[in-house]
């Protein structure tokens, strides 16, 4: 009520600016433009002012009034406010491993070379606020590791295991585990996914079961586990039963279809397509998903038709404002850090101007039950 009638006065006063500032957010430290300005990494700028201010910053400095009102009333939902304005969402990668065991690399040295680009990706993903999803996973880790002998094998997958759990502490909630991709098409030399590589792959899955078991303080990676040829042989429908069993994991399984969809990552957007035949192994970056509350807009179009079309617009043309000062955010910031450019040039992208420009921009909706009910007097499920 308080905060209302202190609204009301500065209002009638035609002091906007100050309503905004004083009465929503509060004023954070004037030290904070200096730090979002200078050329440190994300991580260590939070570390620096830590994520309220950062989220303060952005809704009072970098984002126009209206839009920064819209996230506010909950009209629209900004992921990961704290690093909106350093950070892209999420990016897919395929990692090219040019090691070929067969032809006289060492143990050691595959061991040293997977290690070597893992190092790479970890780097990497303190620039990605969400997730970074590792495509091809099985195709282009475990292949490799394949003519192994079964103990080193095995051994070699628990040093990989062990680099893809994340502790559940809050000193590092700032980093999440890997989406690790796995692609069940067959090889054009096969017309299934041989049983002896399937038998390996289910290994691995195993493996990170009984790890989560003994280690339930981590949180294991989230498997994008291709279901393309569940229902082809006799053996693969075994393999869904054997998958099933692996119930400390179950909740870090997400199923997709290598024949008839994009994958999905974590923040449930279609990224990369594995049976690309001009690419299949494109990186791509997602820069933001933004989701839009239908809910708010049928209450305020009061089933009015052409009310609701007319403010859905609005929202979508504001998330398009948005879209293009993140861009713009981004841009500026990460093109100052030597190692962000260093790391990009890795994945085969020009500049990290160019590859900001054409990343992949989401949009979502949420509140689409109630939206219905209120707008059509409808229960969702009854349509």
Same mark, same amino acid.
């Given at each position: ?30 030290? @904070? ?18 994520? #309220? ?12 009034? #209206?839009? @920064? ?5 909950? #009209? ?7 690093? &909106? @304005? ?14 070929? /065991? ?31 999803? =590792? ?8 292949? /490799? ?15 990989? =295991? ?7 502490? !809050?000193?590092?909630? *700032? ?5 690790? *991709? ?20 289910? +290994? ?6 009984? &790890? ?6 981590? !949180? ?27 119930? @400390? =994991? ?8 290598? *024949? ?13 397509? $594995?049976? $690309? ?25 009061? *089933?009015? #038709? ?51 420009? +054409? ?25």
């Amino acid at each position: 009520l308080m905060r209302e009638y202190i609204n009301s006065i500065l209002l009638e006063n035609g002091l906007e600016k100050v309503r905004h500032r004083l009465t929503r957010l509060g004023t954070p430290p004037f030290e @904070a433009r200096k730090l979002f300005e200078s050329d440190l990494i994300p991580l260590n700028l939070i570390t620096s002012f830590g994520s #309220d201010v950062s989220e303060q910053f952005l809704l009072l400095n970098l984002l126009p009034n #209206d839009l @920064a009102d819209l996230y506010l009333s909950g #009209d629209i939902c900004l992921l990961n406010l704290n690093y &909106w @304005a350093l950070k892209p969402l999420s990016i897919y990668v395929t990692p090219n491993l040019d090691i070929d /065991i067969k032809q006289g690399s060492t143990y050691y040295d595959l061991m040293k070379q997977i290690f070597q680009n893992l190092s790479f990706l970890r780097m990497l993903k303190y620039y990605i606020s969400e997730d970074m999803v =590792i495509g091809n996973f099985n195709i282009n880790y475990l292949s /490799i590791l394949h003519s192994l002998k079964p103990k080193k094998y095995r051994n070699f997958l628990e040093l990989l =295991i062990l680099n893809f759990f994340c502790p559940y502490d !809050k000193s590092s909630s *700032q980093i999440n585990p890997f989406t690790l *991709q796995f692609n069940f098409t067959a090889s054009e030399n096969s017309k299934q996914y041989e049983e002896n590589r399937l038998n390996k792959d289910l +290994e691995f899955y195993t493996m990170i079961n009984k &790890w989560k078991i003994k280690h339930p303080n981590l !949180k294991p990676p989230l498997l994008l586990t291709d279901q393309s040829i569940f229902n082809k042989t006799t053996s693969n429908q075994d393999l869904v039963e054997k998958l099933s069993l692996l119930k @400390a =994991i179950n909740d870090n399984m997400v199923y997709y279809n290598s *024949q008839k969809s994009h994958i999905i990552n974590a923040s449930i957007n279609r990224m990369g397509n $594995s049976n $690309s035949k001009n690419n299949p192994n494109r990186n791509q970056l997602l820069l933001d998903k933004i989701l839009i509350n239908l809910h708010s807009i049928a209450l305020k179009a009061k *089933q009015n #038709d052409d009310l609701f079309f007319d403010l859905l617009e609005n929202r979508l043309n504001s998330v398009f404002e948005f879209f293009s000062i993140k861009t713009k955010l981004i841009n500026n910031r990460l093109k100052k850090i030597h190692e962000w450019n260093s790391l990009i040039s890795r994945l085969n992208f020009e500049n990290s101007f160019k590859m900001i420009k +054409e990343s992949l921009k989401s949009i979502s909706f949420f509140g689409l039950s109630e939206s219905i009910k209120t707008h059509c007097d409808i229960e969702l499920e009854r349509v």
